[in-house]
């Protein structure tokens, strides 16, 4: 009797047992059956929020999902707009990542088993970056539930756009351009990871002989704080280089612009950083000297000599701001004089834009290149100081003279300043409004702007 009850003892711990891990397997299995994510993506605003739609994604957008303990449980691929990724997952949390624009022709993509969220996306040999976006979000996945997560995509590279040189010696036998640092690599979580990176651009002579140029359009990751930007030049195989720090960081989602023109003792530069379909425009201005290969030209770029004194006169223009920059202070100068009532056609911005350059080419000073129309900040920065601008004026007339430098009237008064588009228009800086200006009106004034670097 004892052996059969001990047996059927026995039976019952065998059969609460296989009970209790078929139960087990039973709920992961149901965990992964009934809990669904489905991804799908957008460009992100300028703003960086999800509200922007004009930006075009670039494509293929490879996704990779990793779980709370970063290990990757799921890869796929969207080749098109139409394209939505859904997935069958246990229930908890998880991060997904997202790439765009780096197709498995051009990239070492990680495969599921080699993927992590810091995996570098190295370049196959003999390849150039393309238009990069990523995304990375977190998602928490409920028992039985469904989530759908909506990555907004941000751009991870700027484009030169274009490099130009004119006026080339006939002895040039190679022109190339380089920035440098750059961010030297972009991670699969969007972040960016070295300092180190370089790019050289090479240009090709044009038909007229005297310009080189390289409109092919290069992807760049973005730039580490104020770059350097190095224009070289082979001459009966010797090298000559120019090289200028830029004033401002070259940020990623921008368009680049570089336009030079040898002089003979150096080159004068000028370049812009737009955002045309990307996002806010600014705009560059530097010079490239006659110095010797591998040195900086300290009578353009970045002078070695005191920084000017806001609020005074300096070489026949007013000192507006000046702000420090790592090592070097950055000047904000504006034009002592002024113009108004230019003649152009309404609402013509090619008409208004050669009107304006007209202006400003009698407001430059020669000493100081590089003159251009305020930005919105710039105009900004007047309104939020018009006090303390018009006493130093004052101040200046009373000691120099009123011929010294003309007002800086205000009330009716709008000053042209470029938009983040390009587009010229005006600003009150006393009412702090923006209006269109208007051909031949004495109410709508020119002063020209310019910045310069100085070691500190």
């Not at 711990?13 to 059956?33: G, L, Q, R, T, Y």
């Not at 070295?194 to 007229?208: K, Q, W």
């Not at 100081?385 to 205000?410: F, P, W």
Request: charged share 20%.
């Amino acid at each position: 009797m004892k052996q059969i009850i001990i047996l059927l003892l026995l039976m019952a711990v065998s059969v609460f047992s296989s009970c209790e891990k078929f139960n087990e397997d039973e709920v992961v299995e149901n965990k992964e059956a009934n809990s669904t994510l489905i991804v799908r993506t957008r460009a992100a605003a300028n703003d960086g929020t999800e509200g922007g739609t004009e930006s075009i994604i670039s494509y293929p957008i490879n996704i990779y999902v990793f779980d709370e303990s970063n290990e990757c449980v799921a890869v796929s691929t969207l080749s098109s707009a139409d394209d939505e990724l859904s997935l069958k997952l246990p229930e908890g949390m998880y991060e997904v990542c997202a790439v765009a624009g780096a197709s498995a022709d051009s990239y070492e993509l990680p495969t599921q088993e080699t993927a992590t969220k810091e995996t570098v996306l190295t370049l196959k040999d003999g390849q150039k970056h393309g238009d990069l976006m990523t995304a990375n979000n977190t998602v928490t996945l409920e028992y039985g539930g469904t989530n759908t997560l909506t990555l907004a995509l941000e751009r991870k590279v700027m484009l030169i756009e274009s490099v130009t040189i004119n006026n080339v010696p006939a002895s040039v036998s190679n022109v190339s351009v380089s920035i440098h640092p750059l961010k030297a690599n972009l991670l699969l979580d969007g972040s960016y990871s070295g300092e180190n990176g370089a790019s050289e651009i090479e240009l090709t002579e044009d038909v007229d002989d005297s310009t080189w140029k390289n409109t092919d359009g290069v992807y760049l990751l973005e730039a580490v704080g104020r770059p350097t930007v190095e224009v070289t030049f082979t001459i009966n195989g010797e090298t000559v280089s120019y090289s200028y720090t830029c004033d401002r960081e070259l940020k990623a989602n921008h368009k680049v612009f570089i336009t030079g023109t040898f002089t003979g003792d150096g080159i004068e530069m000028t370049g812009s950083i737009s955002g045309v379909e990307w996002a806010e425009d600014e705009e560059i201005v530097f010079d490239f000297g006659g110095m010797e290969s591998g040195e900086t030209d300290d009578s353009g770029d970045v002078e070695t000599s005191d920084i000017p004194t806001v609020g005074t006169l300096y070489n026949g223009c007013y000192v507006l701001k000046s702000e420090n920059v790592g090592s070097e202070t950055v000047v904000t100068f504006m034009s002592a004089k002024s113009k108004n009532a230019l003649e152009f056609t309404d609402g013509d911005q090619e008409s208004m834009r050669q009107a304006v350059n007209e202006a400003i080419s009698e407001l430059a000073v020669d000493d100081i290149t590089g003159w251009r129309l305020p930005t919105m900040e710039e105009m900004e920065y007047i309104a939020e100081n018009l006090n303390t601008i018009g006493e130093n004026i004052i101040a200046i007339r009373k000691e120099l003279g009123n011929s010294a430098m003309d007002m800086l009237v205000y009330g009716s008064y709008c000053y042209y300043f470029q938009t983040q588009d390009n587009i010229i228009s005006s600003y009150n800086p006393q009412s702090k409004q923006e209006a269109g200006p208007t051909s031949g009106k004495a109410s709508f004034i020119v002063r020209a702007f310019t910045t310069k670097s100085y070691s500190n």
